[in-house]
């Protein structure tokens, strides 16, 4: 575990959505880091909905581009769940992202271990979870 858990994620199911076995384990230290049990990482949208339905998550972080494909159709399956969701991604733009999703909160990678708890603090500890 690198530093000390941050008491506004400690605990926390988090799924990681990351095609990219190196930057998903980067995330997965950092959330390690933090105090968070890591769900995942899921590679496709696929592989992240079966985990959404057999796992307990809190919320997610969300690479936008995946091979094949998106995280759009994660995200609708988080907030049908009422689950909240970060995108991260190396893009500049969020074009690829239909209409209805392009409103929630985006980081650019690489995600420092700061931006990523105040991410967390703010969308994940929300009033009820």
Known sequence: MIGKPDVRCAGLKVLIVEDDFLVARSLEILLAGLGCEVVGPAST???ACELIKARPVDGA???IALSPGTSAPVARALLYRDRPFVFVTGYA???M???DL???RVLQKPVDRETLASALGEFIRQPGR
């Open 45 to 47: 949208a696929e592989e």
């Open 93 to 95: 733009g969020i074009g």
């Open 97 to 99: 992202l239909p209409d």
């Open 102 to 104: 392009r409103g929630y």
């Open 61 to 63: 972080l969300l690479d």
